[in-house]
Each structure stands twice: as C-alpha cells, then as structure tokens.
C-alpha cells in the first residue's frame, strides 16, 4: 500500500496536468455530493428575475423563468455524474468481460459476443441512443441504458483485440504450466495486462455519457425540464446566445467541459500509474 | 484473405438480421400514431380506425414484420409522412451530403491528430505532451451542437467572415450537375470553380465543427499506443542496432501503433456519422442525419428504419475494411474465426 | 447587411470559368425561411402540412379572393366580408346557386387554357379524397361531385345543398384550388383515379407562381408567372424558401440580412425584434383564435361549475401573457362587462382574484384536489411557461398538479380519447365567425374540437340559431347568448388571442396577413 501511494505520489509530481485533473476531478465529487444542500437558491424554484446577467446576487445569472444558474450548475453535478459513472460501469463490466472472453477463450465465445458487438455497432451510435429513448420513454434509467448499450462495444472489442494478442504471450504459458486454470488465467494474468487500454477508454465514456445526455437534451430527448442538468442547461441556453443572453448556456457549457475534460486527463493519469511498463 | 473476406461477410449476416429485427421493434415502439396524421386534424375516432385498418397498422406485430421483411426484399423502404417521398430515393439523394461532411471532417481530424498523438509520446509529459493532450481534448469536451452553434455565433454572426448557415450552397447559387452528388468534385467535373468555393466555403464550419470533435480519440489513442510501441522491446532492439531516430519512430513504432489507432479510426467514422445528425441540423445541412432526426421527431418510422438500415450496410461494409487492414499491419492477429 | 452584400457583390463578378451561375439580382428576389418546409404540393394530399398550404396558395388560383382593409395598426389585412375576382371574371348569386364567368385570358403553366372542366375536376376531387380537404369544403356545405356543373367552357355553378353563409367563403380557402385536370386525368391510374401519387412532387397549376425546384425537407425556389393574369403581376420575380431548422441560426439570417423575412420564431425573439426596430416586425391576432385552458367535464372535480370558476380566478392571466408570451397577443381575460357584443373572440370576465378562488373553490365542497395537467411538447415553447405558471397559482389555492408532457407526435391521439382532465390548447378557425369557433368546439356534437367534452341543449340551441339566423338582430343576441353561457358554465377558459408575428428586412412592403397564416408572395414588395 505504501509503495502503492508513494508511486501515486510520483506520479501526479511528475505530471501536473494530470495532479490538475485528479484535484478538478476531487472537486467535483465533493460538489457531487453536498452540492444540492450547500446551493443558495432552489435549483427548481422560479424566481422573480428572470434573465438577469451576472451579478452580486446571482453569480452565474438566472434563466428565463428566474432560475438561479449557480444553483443548478452545482446541483446538476450530482445528476451528471451518476449518469456518468452508471453509464460506465454497465459499458465497462458487461463489455469487458464479454471482449476478453471471447478474445481470450476464442470459439463460441467469439463468435456470439462478436455477433452482439457488431449488431450494436451496426448501428449509428448516437441514432441507436436517440430511439431507444424515444421508444422507451426519456427516462434517467432509460438514458443510462442507452449510453451503456451504446458503448458496450468499443470496449467489447478493445478487450478482445487485445485479449487475442496478449493471449499467446509468453507468461500466460507459464501460467499454464504452473497449473491456472483458464478462468483464474483471465481474471489475474489477462485482465490486468489489458487495463492501460481499457482505462484510457474509461475516462473517455464517462465524458461521453455526458455529453451524449446533452446531445439528447438537444433534440429533446433528454432528461426533462425543469431537472437541473448540464446538458439539458446548454441546450436550451443555446437558443439565447444570439440575443446576447450568454450566460444561460455558456456556464452550464463551461462546466461541463471541464468536467468532462477532467474525466479524459484523469484517464491519461490513471493510465500511467497502472502501466506497468511505467513503473521503475 | 479471399476465403476471410467471405467468411466475415457470411458473419456479418445474422447481425444485419439482428439490425433489421432492433430497428423494427424500435420504431414500433415509437410514440405516435401515423393514422392519427394521415386521418387529417378533424377526424373522428372512426376515421382513424378506417385508416389504421387500410394501413395495415391493426394486425399483429408479427404479420407486420412480416410484411416490412417483404417490402424489404422488393427494395421498397416505403414513404415519408413529413415528405410524402419514398424513403429509399430521398436517402440515396441526401447521402452524398453526409459523406462528404463527414470525410472532410475525418480528415482534418486525422491529419491534425495523428501527428499531434506522435509528438506527445515522443515527449511524454513534457509540455509538448500537455499542450497537444490539452487542444485535443479541449475540442471533444463540448457537446458538439454547441461547437457549432459557438462558431456560427463568432464567425457569421460577430465577424462575418462565415457564410449564412443556410446549406450546403449558398441561395444564389444552383448545385452542379449531379454526377457523384459530392459537390466538391460535381462542380470540379462542370468546370464551375463559383460554384465550388461556394460549396467549400458552406463546408468549412460544418467539417471543423466534426472535426474538432474526433480530434481527441484518434490523438489519444495514437499517443498510447505510440508510448507502448516506443517503449516495446522491438523499439528498443532497433535504436540499439542504430537505426535512424525517423526509421524506428515511423517505421518501426507507428507501424505498429496504427492497430488500435485503425480500430478507433472505424469507430470514430461511425460516431461521426452519428454526431452528424446533430451537426446537421445546426447547419441546415440536407444530409440523412438531418432526414432521421426530423422523422423521428415526428414519429415517421418509414425513414428512421431506412436510414439505419442504410448505415448498417455500410457499417458491415467498413468493420470488414478494418478487418482486412488489421490483419495486413499484424499478423499476430489470429485469422482463426 | 454590409457583409451580406459583400459576399454576393464578390460572387457576381465575372468570372472565366463561371457558367450561369451569377447571383440572380438580390432586390428581386425574396429569402424566405422557416423551421418545415411543404411536404406536398398537393393541398388535396393526405397529411398536407401548413406550409403545403403556402405553396398551394401562391402557385394555385382559386375562383375567388379575398379584398383587403387595413387593421387597427395600419397594416394590409384581408377582408373576409369582401370576396374579390380572381380566376372568375364575376359570379351570380342566387338563393339557390352560384354561377361564376371565368375570364378567358387565364392559362396554366403549361400554356393550356384553364376551363370550367378544370375547375369541376379540382372540386370533385377536393370532395371525394376524404381526410381535412374534404372536411373542409363540408364546412361550407360543399359535399357531393354532383353540386358541381361545367355550363360552358368558362361558366361554371355550384348548386347549394342547403342555405348556408360559410358556402361563398369557403370557396376563397386554400383547399378549393383550381389543378390542370388534363394533366391529372394523364397520370390517373386505376388505383389512384385522382393521381395523388403524382401530385406530391409534381404540380399542373396555374397561379401567380410556378416551382422553379422543389427539394423536400430542404428548399423549394418559385419562380413568377409572368403570363398570368388572374391578378395585378406580383413585383418579386423569384422566391428562395429554405429550411433553417435552428430557431437562433434563422434569427441570425434575418438580423445579418441574409433572408428577407421569416414568420417562424418564438415570441421572444419577436417582441425583441420589435423593439430593436433594426427589423419590420408586424404582429397580427390570429381571427377566431385562442389559447385556453380547457377542463374535461366528465372526469371530477371538473364537473363541478364552481371548481371551474374557481379555477378561471386563480389563473395568473398577466404572468401567462408577460412569460409566455411576451405581450404579443390580445388578452381575453378581464372584460369590464360581460358577453357585451357578438364579436369573437372576446374578453371574458374572469381575472387573477385568489381571494375569490378560495371562496368558490370553499363553496363548491370538492375537498383536496390532485390532478394533471397536460400540453403538447411540440409547442413547448408556449405551453410550458403556461404550465409552470397555472401548476404555481393553482398550489396556491390548494389544489396539486402535476405536469405531463405529451410529445407532439401523440397530441392529436390523445385529445380524440378524451380523457385528459386539465390541459392548455390552441384552436382557431378558418371562417371568421363566432358560430364556426363554438360549432367545433362547444356544441354537443363532441368534435375532436371539444376537448371539454362539454355537452349543453341549451348551448347548442344557441349555436344552431346563430349558423343559419338571417336577421340580424336575433344573430346578435344569439351570440351574446352562447358568450354568456360559455362564461356562466366556463368549461375552457380563454387566456389571450396569439398574435401571428412575422419579421422581415425593413424594405419588404406589402405583406398582408391571411386567414392560412402563410406568407402571399403576391403581395410583396422589395426596396
């Protein structure tokens, strides 16, 4: 453990951008999680002003029907990450499970999971997104499920692809000899060896889900009104951009950027503490 | 590699099957009710019933898979509610528009990320690395429509220096000839050169807009997997044996760093065609992503099922490009399915 | 404006390699946009959409027009009680029928001369289709092929089933076009013996304007009729109708200069456009038209008329007409005195009391109220603001709503079944007169139109008199008598009459509001 932390500790001193991210990415979380008691307005409350610019009493402004902005900017923290991280994990556990075992166990295990990858797939993703919601019904639940269908694949076949080659290396082998079974081979020998890859498309999905939500919002598919997300913000704030009204949309759209531009470098610093070719 | 081709494009069939079933139940599924539209404002209850028993939407879902497979095989995609016009001719006419964005779009990302990818792995964690990791992922942490919206508000609205949103060519403008439907090359064939700075100066925003976007998967991944490759034990053999620094990082580390790179190419290309639909619509661009969004808005099945079968065909189509090209760059990859 | 004209001023320089491409010359030509575009150039056509009715319109004749008088704010209006020459020279009207005299000059774009069997052609089929064309010629008792007669060449009568006023008006709607029946009868098939196939991208008209290039879903660019003569030649010879579906990219084009005139934005946009003054706006109420709330009195507590009084007091009128819809529109709520003239839509008496709402709503002993209240996604822009509000004032008086948006596309089902209990809604009709408006949606027939479902022998004993009353005096007081009523039982309860808003670059005159709400190129001028 302590070699573990002193590696951390290596890392994010060696690398600012990414002792950056991961300070961003604490931040967040502490907004996540207190953010809709610590707000000074009702997230959902309409207000007498409505849109006000910036100002004294309402940092970030307010909407059109006197929403405070500040107030639902954090308070859409909590929102956004959930979809983000439920998002993830279904992607993630369900895809790389199924990518390495079919990459690593090959046969029938390839082939269903690879018919499945590639029925997904098939499709355009964010098209796929867009129906499902629409026939299911825009939905939290339903946005997540369709965010995680849709990015099953990319990690389906990134752990098979390198599932396939990592397979005939020289120390899964030895593992064999040793006497492993093939299961405890792929949880503590492949698993492991593909986690860098596999990472670095973590960070990237969890940005994705969240814009993808917002992509949603966009043509209205999104979660619905008055809920505080970012997307949902950007989207209807973009309609007043033109009439000087910047706020509406550009703090939200901020946020948001940089949330998802913390998750995408945490990737990346998440990436070089794991690799093990890094370690010295 | 012939009898693989093959056998990949047998493969492929059951997830087209699985396709034409999805989009199928999807649609279904959709809210609204095409009799209540086509019964007109003022109808009655049995009205719509009428219409719904001539449209055949009172038999069972099964029959009516049945009949859509049909109509499927005799190449009919049926027709649009909000246009009135088959599906099929209005998909073959708005594709070119797609592609055409979205190659453009593909290549600007490509050609500004892959050497940005190589130069941050070359200096990992310098500030070369931070500056390049920053611009890429700056570009895909806004919602795209925003990207869009935000450049027509700066360069059209504020500086001007943009032209109208309006389309692929300006009012004044007729379209070419129609030949490939790409209009950079149909007006290159008609000698027309207006035409073509017409149609290049509508395609800048839109293309960098979809660019901006698929600048951080491809750069990221061709950072990774360049790091792996650099610091991979071949890499290492042949800056031992005194090879030029160009011939290791290009011939020897790139080549083989353009595995995953080549995967998450196709991927990209898919999720533009994807994020396209969104990019469309901002910039009025006559596309097929535009065609689906309007019909699935107004819960007109006909062209979303067309328009996903289409894509699906050519998905098939790229995955197995891929495939082929995986299998030319590494030979490790087991040829065995 | 500036950078507008720069671009196209580069693009029409002569250039060696350039082959009929020159920009055609700006001031002749008119920019329009919106969010749809036709979907037919058939107004016969199953699922014609509103903007279908523009193309029809300007590339159709009809028998007759409309004349014109100017509103209250000076603006080109048509006059519905003025019926004016257009494909017919003169007509006869007599109790029992009409006869019109065709003028003898008038071709179709194809050079074939429009004759009385076109007309009889284009009538039978309006009626025999089905679907809202039929529907609608019905509602001037425009009913059976047979009413038809083609006496000669260029006299042509409609016999009247039955004395109705709404006959003459109706045949100056959109749907009554006049179609080359030569080339519909070519493409008749069997199955299609009224060619709709070929209708929805192709056209056989005669009017004001001719499609010089349709692309649904994108563009479609009129071109002007130079030979016709059913009218005064319109002064803008080509018009340019894109498809912009952004709301703030079509406000950008407008306020930059490059499309001359757009009636497709929100309210916002408009009331700041107008007091911009960078732009024309010019805001028209739309005739016999309303935004209402309207209560289901079949589902409980809204049987109860005090539970809907109480309701119609507690509606926070002023906040709807400031937030929704930004002042451009007539309120219709806080008249002074009550049903006081035959005039519709009128002021009802109702305003915000919370005071007086408690106390009716204590009177009429319904207890703690919980209900829904419902309004179409697709006009969201409007309705949701008014959902906020009304769901704000009603917790105020006690009664908890919560709020279901029902996506556009399922809008029309849901208000045929009838079962939504509280929901906001817009109506208006085509026929100005106060009887057509309570026709569809007060008397116990239960249109679509009702959706109160409100039923009273009374009430449509009122509405009867007031259709088919010849004296004036009791037409009056038949009116004010169904007025009364409508505020007495208040089963929909109106907000205000939308206004129908329309901006355009500063030198376009001769804009004239219709009845159809679409643009008339005809009227149009540019610098």
Request: charged fraction near 15%; glycine fraction near 8%.
């Amino acid at each position: 453990m302590k070699s573990a932390l002193a590696h951390a500790r290596y890392v994010l001193g060696d690398n600012v951008v990414t002792a950056f991210a991961f300070g961003m990415f604490a931040l967040f979380l502490v907004m996540a999680a207190v953010g809709p008691w610590i707000v000074p307005y009702d997230p959902l409350a309409n207000g007498p002003n409505p849109l006000e610019p910036p100002s004294s009493r309402h940092w970030f402004g307010t909407d059109q029907t006197g929403r405070d902005i500040f107030s639902r900017v954090v308070a859409a923290t909590q929102l956004d990450f959930a979809i983000a991280f439920a998002s993830v994990a279904l992607a993630f556990g369900a895809g790389t499970l199924a990518g390495i075992a079919a990459g690593f166990f090959g046969g029938w295990w390839e082939r269903i999971i690879g018919r499945m990858v590639d029925t997904i797939m098939a499709f355009p993703l964010f098209v796929l997104a867009m129906g499902i919601v629409a026939a299911m019904g825009n939905t939290i639940f339903n946005i997540v499920l369709a965010t995680g269908i849709i990015n099953f694949p990319i990690y389906a076949r990134v752990a098979r692809a390198e599932a396939n080659v990592i397979r005939n290396a020289g120390y899964i082998e030895a593992a064999r000899i040793a006497g492993y079974g093939e299961t405890r081979i792929l949880f503590t020998q492949i698993l492991p060896n593909i986690m860098p890859i596999m990472v670095v498309q973590i960070s990237l999905t969890m940005g994705y889900a969240i814009l993808n939500a917002a992509g949603l919002s966009f043509i209205g598919l999104g979660v619905r009104p008055p809920t505080a997300e970012w997307g949902i913000m950007v989207s209807d704030g973009a309609n007043f951009i033109q009439n000087g009204q910047w706020w509406i949309a550009a703090f939200p759209g901020l946020v948001l950027m940089l949330a998802v531009f913390c998750f995408n470098l945490l990737g990346d610093g998440l990436r070089d503490m794991i690799d093990p070719r890094r370690r010295t | 590699m012939l009898s693989m081709i093959l056998r990949r494009l047998a493969s492929a069939i059951p997830s087209l099957i699985g396709v034409v079933i999805v989009t199928f139940v999807l649609t279904r599924a959709l809210p609204g009710d095409p009799a209540a539209y086509y019964a007109g404002p003022a109808a009655t209850k049995e009205a719509i019933e009428q219409i719904r028993v001539k449209l055949g939407l009172d038999k069972g879902l099964g029959e009516q898979f049945v009949d859509y497979v049909g109509a499927l095989a005799r190449g009919e995609l049926g027709n649009s509610i909000s246009t009135g016009q088959p599906v099929a001719h209005e998909l073959l006419t708005r594709l070119p528009a797609s592609i055409e964005l979205t190659l453009l779009g593909l290549i600007f990302a490509i050609g500004v990320a892959v050497p940005l990818g190589v130069f941050a792995a070359l200096r990992p964690n310098s500030w070369v690395d931070h500056v390049c990791r920053v611009i890429a992922t700056a570009g895909v942490s806004l919602p795209i429509f925003f990207t869009g919206l935000l450049m027509i508000y700066v360069f059209y609205f504020l500086l001007g220096i943009a032209p109208p949103p309006l389309g692929r060519i300006e009012v004044f403008y007729s379209p070419p000839t129609h030949v490939t439907g790409f209009f950079l090359v149909d007006s290159l064939l008609d000698g027309d050169l207006g035409v073509f700075l017409a149609a290049v100066k509508q395609l800048v925003l839109p293309a960098l807009t979809l660019g901006i976007f698929a600048l951080a998967p491809i750069a990221r991944m061709t950072r990774a997997s360049m790091l792996s490759a650099l610091s991979s034990d071949f890499v290492r053999t042949a800056r031992a044996s005194g090879l030029g620094s160009f011939k290791v990082v290009v011939g020897y580390a790139l080549r083989n760093a353009l595995l995953p790179v080549v995967t998450v190419l196709g991927m990209v290309f898919s999720f533009l065609l994807g994020a396209n639909v969104l990019v469309e619509k901002v910039f009025a661009w006559p596309g097929i992503g535009s065609y689906a969004i309007e019909a699935l808005i107004q819960s007109d099945y006909a062209p979303v099922q067309g328009f996903v079968l289409v894509m699906a065909f050519m998905y098939v189509g790229l995955n197995l490009a891929i495939d082929v090209l995986y299998g030319v760059i590494d030979p490790r990859i087991s040829m065995a399915t | 404006m500036k950078a507008g004209a720069a671009a196209t001023g580069a693009a029409a320089l002569p250039m060696p390699f350039v082959r009929g491409a020159a920009a055609q010359a700006r001031n002749e030509t008119l920019v329009a946009i919106s969010e749809n575009g036709p979907n037919s150039l058939d107004i016969m056509g199953v699922g014609a959409n509103r903007p279908a009715y523009e193309a029809s319109w300007n590339i159709h004749d009809r028998l007759m027009t409309y004349g014109v008088k100017k509103d209250p704010n000076g603006n080109d209006h048509y006059d519905y009680a003025k019926l004016a020459p257009e494909l017919a020279e003169s007509w006869d009207l007599k109790p029992g029928s009409v006869t019109f005299k065709l003028r003898r000059d008038a071709k179709f774009h194809d050079g074939t001369p429009v004759t009385a069997k076109d007309v009889k052609w284009s009538f039978d089929r309006a009626v025999t289709v089905g679907g809202f064309p039929t529907f609608q010629m019905k509602a001037g008792s425009l009913e059976k092929p047979e009413q038809f007669v083609a006496v000669d060449d260029h006299t042509f009568r409609v016999d009247f089933l039955r004395a109705d006023k709404l006959t003459m008006p109706d045949l100056g709607v959109v749907v009554p076009a006049v179609i080359n029946s030569g080339a519909g009868k070519k493409h008749a098939t069997e199955k299609d013996p009224w060619a709709m196939d070929w209708y929805k991208t192709n056209h056989a008209s005669g009017g004001a304007y001719k499609v010089a290039r349709f692309t649904p879903g994108t563009e479609i660019v009129y071109e002007r009729n130079d030979a016709w003569k059913s009218g005064p030649l319109p002064s803008i010879k080509r018009v340019v109708w894109r498809i912009v579906p952004s709301s703030g990219n079509r406000r950008a084009l407008l306020e930059r200069g490059d499309a001359d005139i757009c009636l497709d934005m929100a309210s916002k946009d408009f009331a700041e456009m107008a007091a911009a003054k960078k732009l024309k706006v010019i805001g028209t109420p739309v005739e016999n038209a309303l935004q209402y709330i309207g209560m289901n009195v079949t589902k409980p507590p809204f049987d109860n008329v005090k539970v809907r009084r109480a309701i119609a007091y507690a509606i926070p009128y002023e906040k709807i007409m400031q937030q929704a819809v930004f002042n451009r529109a007539e309120p219709m709520f806080g008249a002074a005195e009550s049903a006081m003239n035959a005039n519709w839509p009128q002021k009802s008496p109702f305003k915000t009391d919370i005071a007086m709402a408690k106390k009716l709503l204590a009177e009429s002993g319904a207890g703690d109220i919980s209900t829904v209240f419902s309004f179409d996604l697709g006009l969201a822009g409007v309705n949701e603001p008014i959902a906020i509000l009304i769901q704000e004032s009603l917790a105020q008086i006690g009664i908890k709503t919560s709020i279901n948006k029902v996506p556009g596309a399922n809008w029309r089902g849901e208000l045929l079944k009838k079962e939504m209990p509280l929901i906001t809604n817009t109506f208006g009709g085509w026929l100005n007169y106060p009887e057509y408006f309570f026709f569809w949606c007060y008397h116990g027939q239960n249109a679509v139109f009702n959706t109160m479902s409100y039923k009273s022998p009374a009430m449509d004993k009122l509405i009867e008199t007031a259709r088919f009353e010849t004296d004036a005096a009791k037409y009056e007081a038949a009116v004010k008598g169904f007025v009364q009523l409508a505020w007495d039982d208040v089963p929909r309860i109106p907000l205000y009459q939308p206004y129908l808003d329309v901006a355009m670059q500063p030198g376009i005159s001769g804009y004239r509001y219709w009845f159809h709400r679409q643009l008339d190129y005809r009227q149009l001028k540019k610098g």
